[in-house]
């Protein structure tokens, strides 16, 4: 789940996964997708909890939508 998306992030760049293969960016981009998704759903009556979630989620998120930015061409297409 999200450990291991958060575990799999080079924390650097910002790289869900490696970047073997020629589809890599896809399998970022669906990283970056449910990462999102879980922030955006987390409802967790503990507010105290869900706090400590949403920080937990925030910085990887950051990274992995920056890591998007930055593959950008200067069209706003994806890089080749």
């Known amino acids: 789940g999200l450990d291991w998306l958060?575990?799999?992030?080079?924390?650097?760049?910002g790289l869900i996964g490696?970047?073997?293969g020629v589809a890599f960016h896809y399998?970022?981009?669906a990283a970056t997708i449910a990462l999102?998704?879980?922030?955006?759903?987390s409802s967790s009556g503990q507010?105290?909890?869900?706090?400590?979630?949403m920080t937990r989620c925030v910085?990887?998120?950051?990274?992995?939508t920056r890591y998007i930015?930055?593959?950008?061409?200067?069209?706003?297409g994806g890089r080749q």
């Not at 999102?36 to 759903?41: E, V």
């Not at 930015?69 to 706003?76: C, D, Q």
């Open 18 to 20: 490696t970047t073997e």
């Open 69 to 76: 930015e930055s593959a950008r061409n200067p069209y706003g």
């Open 47 to 53: 507010p105290k909890e869900h706090e400590a979630f």
């Open 27 to 29: 399998g970022h981009a």
């Open 6 to 13: 958060i575990a799999a992030q080079d924390a650097e760049s």
């Open 59 to 64: 910085q990887p998120l950051t990274l992995a």
């Open 36 to 41: 999102a998704s879980a922030m955006g759903s």
